[in-house]
């Protein structure tokens, strides 16, 4: 495997707006975020104290239902909508650990997430990374590399792991869930988590905190809300909730919280709200 080699301003990033997915990239860790980046989760942590772990228990959640796909329903295809840059045990590596000839698609339309994912995987056949905005669902089920990759006659498992918080209303959340919803055959599956409070100044200071940072943001939603993108779906026990409780007796990875990090000594009433559903 081969790393990048374009600087982010050849790929057209402008290094004075944060990005959603770099931001992620640093809550866990990584190493492919900017000082736009970093600056922005120093202060999204003064609004929100826990987001450091808030995200570390989603990407351990998104290694379960990636598990629970494969491994419990024998689910051999996935989508994975925003993806994010390929940081700590992404679904092709949980997935084809199960079964060798399971096939991914990627879709993000970040080009620092896009240099990445494809270097990382050059050497897969059975792996893409897709340009596409998750908002505009067609530009994946349509593509052509899509269905030459993807067989939508067999189940598939759809994947949105702490991303749709990132749409706002005018962008029909839920028309697009359901778009991708009528792709796919009876017997697949939707892995879904988001932002969630019930506490409403917590919310609000969030995504004002987000949106100070970067113009690709929506809001946090409370439960009711987000129930209903499983609309069409028979969620799965332990049914839907924070999903720090999901499956805990399936493998996941530790993964290591940013090196600067100091744990706060009281809990964000913020958390990754989901699960997993099954189409009818």
């Known amino acids: 495997m081969s790393a990048p080699q374009d600087g982010p301003e050849s790929l057209g990033v402008d290094?004075?707006?944060a990005s959603v997915a770099r931001m992620y990239d640093y809550l866990l860790g990584g190493k492919d975020n900017y000082a736009v980046d970093r600056e922005a989760v120093v202060k999204l942590r003064l609004a929100?104290?826990?987001?450091?772990?808030?995200?570390?228990?989603?990407?351990m959640?998104?290694?379960?239902?990636v598990y629970f796909a494969a491994a419990e329903l024998g689910i051999r295809q996935f989508l994975d909508f925003g993806t994010g840059l390929p940081?700590?045990?992404?679904?092709?590596?949980?997935a084809q650990e199960i079964h060798p000839d399971?096939?991914?698609?990627?879709?993000?339309n970040d080009p620092i997430v896009l240099a990445h994912g494809r270097a990382l995987l050059e050497d897969n056949d059975r792996t893409i990374m897709l340009d596409a905005d998750m908002a505009q669902p067609d530009t994946v089920l349509r593509a052509?590399?899509?269905?030459?990759?993807i067989d939508f006659g067999e189940p598939v498992a759809a994947i949105y792991a702490s991303v749709l918080h990132c749409l706002p209303d005018e962008a029909h959340p839920y028309e697009v869930v359901k778009r991708v919803r009528d792709a796919l055959p009876s017997g697949s599956c939707l892995g879904l988590s988001h932002?969630?409070?019930e506490d409403q100044a917590a919310a609000e200071a969030l995504t004002e905190s987000m949106r100070k940072s970067t113009p690709y943001w929506g809001r946090v939603r409370d439960r009711s809300e987000i129930r209903r993108f499983f609309d069409?779906?028979?969620?799965?026990?332990?049914g839907l909730g924070d999903i720090a409780e999901w499956w805990l007796d399936i493998p996941a990875v530790e993964l290591p919280l940013a090196s600067d990090y100091v744990r706060p000594s009281t809990a964000s009433p913020v958390i990754e709200f989901g699960g997993a559903g099954i189409k009818r």
């Open 15 to 17: 290094l004075s707006i």
């Open 48 to 59: 929100t104290p826990d987001i450091d772990d808030v995200a570390r228990r989603n990407r």
């Open 61 to 65: 959640w998104l290694q379960r239902v």
């Open 87 to 94: 940081t700590q045990r992404t679904v092709h590596e949980v």
């Open 102 to 108: 399971v096939r991914v698609v990627y879709a993000d």
């Open 144 to 149: 052509p590399e899509v269905l030459d990759l």
């Open 195 to 197: 932002l969630e409070s």
């Open 232 to 238: 069409g779906f028979d969620v799965v026990e332990p």
